[in-house]
């Protein structure tokens, strides 16, 4: 670094060039690393206010005075509405996102997003969510390493409902004999048929929109099955930094507490299954 | 070009040393809040849905 400035680049007018574009080269590395950077570290800051904003926008609307007969209203959501906050206990107390109406690219920036035309918390059907699993808040980054059991608790404006990651595919055959016995999984046991290709864990190709069906894998078949399997379903990509298939976990609903109004604050005990 | 635009820079070392950090910033604040999240949704491998 000196402070006599050269007047000309050293070397002729190649050198020069080959200086330049060796330059420009170096220029779009750092851009690309810097890219990486955005998406992997800064969108989750971006996302992490959009979340908070839409979390105290639903807790403003749930602070409106309730309905007397306390019954749940999904329908006229816009897209991009909180509706339901969801919590996975395993992955600590401190896991809570709110989910918002429709899996459009802005508002999955956001949080996890309902895909329309699916069960919302609670229904008969398949309440199906899609997450990001890199950068934008990441709400699925782990969700790979749900097990069978785990709990996944879905708060709504009157209740609570626990769904449980259903049995994998490698544990339906001995369910009875080895994780039946876990207090953790009551309730929760291999689906039969139509179900029986409905585990805790699949990997799907992009096109295969069938998981989201309120039979998965079987679309349409709803109007021959009698009384459906209150579902939970989440997706993400897979593998993780690419989007060449898609992550599906399976949950079932093993339990509903009804909030109750003298007591708001009272929680489910299965927001302690922390470990 | 990085020595073509030292070169141009004005004023004493400290000055220029300045303005070259201030261009630096410009052009990553530039790249974080306008180029990157405009081509990202262009880039296929964020997508997260089934279809």
Not at chain 1, 255 to 272: F, I, S
């Amino acid at each position: 670094m000196s402070t006599v400035a050269p007047t000309a680049p050293e070397g002729g007018g190649a050198r020069s060039v080959v200086r330049g574009v060796g330059e420009v080269f170096i220029t779009l590395g750092l851009v690309i690393l810097l890219f990486v950077v955005y998406e992997v570290y800064v969108t989750d800051i971006f996302s992490a206010a959009k979340q908070r904003e839409a979390t105290s926008a639903l807790d403003d609307r749930w602070g409106t005075p309730a309905d007397p007969e306390r019954v749940e209203r999904f329908d006229g959501l816009d897209e991009g509405a909180g509706f339901a906050k969801m919590f996975i206990p395993t992955f600590g107390a401190d896991y809570s996102f709110t989910i918002l109406e429709g899996i459009t690219e802005k508002t999955l920036e956001i949080g996890p997003g309902h895909y329309p035309d699916t069960a919302y918390p609670g229904e008969p059907g398949n309440f199906a969510v899609a997450g990001h699993r890199v950068g934008k808040g990441a709400p699925f980054n782990d969700i790979d390493l749900l097990n069978s059991c785990d709990a996944i608790v879905v708060e709504t404006r009157y209740n609570w409902f626990v769904y449980r990651v259903l049995p994998k595919a490698d544990e339906v055959a001995d369910w009875a004999g080895t994780r039946a016995a876990d207090p953790r999984c009551v309730g929760v046991s291999p689906l039969g048929a139509p179900y029986d290709k409905v585990v805790g864990q699949r990997i799907v190709s992009p096109g295969q929109g069938e998981v989201v069906a309120p039979v998965p894998g079987l679309p349409g078949a709803e109007n021959s099955v009698g009384e459906q399997v209150t579902l939970m379903t989440l997706t993400t990509c897979h593998p993780r930094f690419s989007d060449r298939e898609r992550l599906i976990v399976h949950a079932v609903m093993v339990k509903q507490w009804e909030k109750d109004p003298n007591n708001p604050g009272a929680l489910p005990p299965e927001l302690k299954e922390t470990v | 070009m990085y020595g073509w635009i030292w070169r141009h820079l004005p004023g004493p070392f400290a000055v220029r040393v300045l303005t070259a950090v201030l261009l630096i910033a410009g052009v990553v604040a530039l790249l974080m809040f306008v180029v990157f999240p405009w081509i990202e949704p262009k880039l296929p491998f964020n997508e997260v849905t089934t279809e």
